[in-house]
């Protein structure tokens, strides 16, 4: 069972980058998955995620209306679509996959995968 989270790069302000998180050895439909980022000095922070039994997604305050989150079950990846990425955005970006949607979403101990992190820089 792994995940791999890609797609991070250097981007401008005002950029857009789309993330991915693949699965291996499992479905991804099956899970909830989650986007979490760790900012240079800071804790890791819950930006994103999507849940399996309904499909309802969720966004940290400070990406709400820039990122999108959505599944593509074909291709067993879900995606992290980052969009009007400011400096603040820059961070290691981790994907994380629960077996149960969790009770609390920004929870890490409820989610059961981690992948390695992709590193995003925004930066002129």
């Not at 399996?52 to 709400?64: E, F, H, L, P, Q």
Request: glycine share 10%; hydrophobic share 35%.
């Amino acid at each position: 069972v792994q995940l791999q989270a890609s797609g991070g790069g250097l981007v401008q302000p005002g950029g857009s980058l789309r993330l991915s998180c693949a699965a291996s050895g499992f479905t991804l439909d099956d899970y909830a998955i989650a986007w979490f980022r760790r900012a240079p000095g800071k804790e890791r922070e819950g930006v994103s995620s999507i849940y399996s039994s309904n499909g309802n997604t969720y966004y940290a305050d400070v990406v709400k209306g820039r990122f999108t989150i959505s599944r593509d079950n074909a291709k067993n990846t879900v995606y992290l679509h980052t969009n009007s990425l400011k400096s603040e955005d820059t961070a290691v970006y981790y994907c994380a996959a629960a077996q149960r949607d969790p009770r609390l979403v920004w929870k890490e101990a409820e989610y059961d995968y981690w992948g390695r992190g992709t590193l995003v820089t925004v930066s002129s």
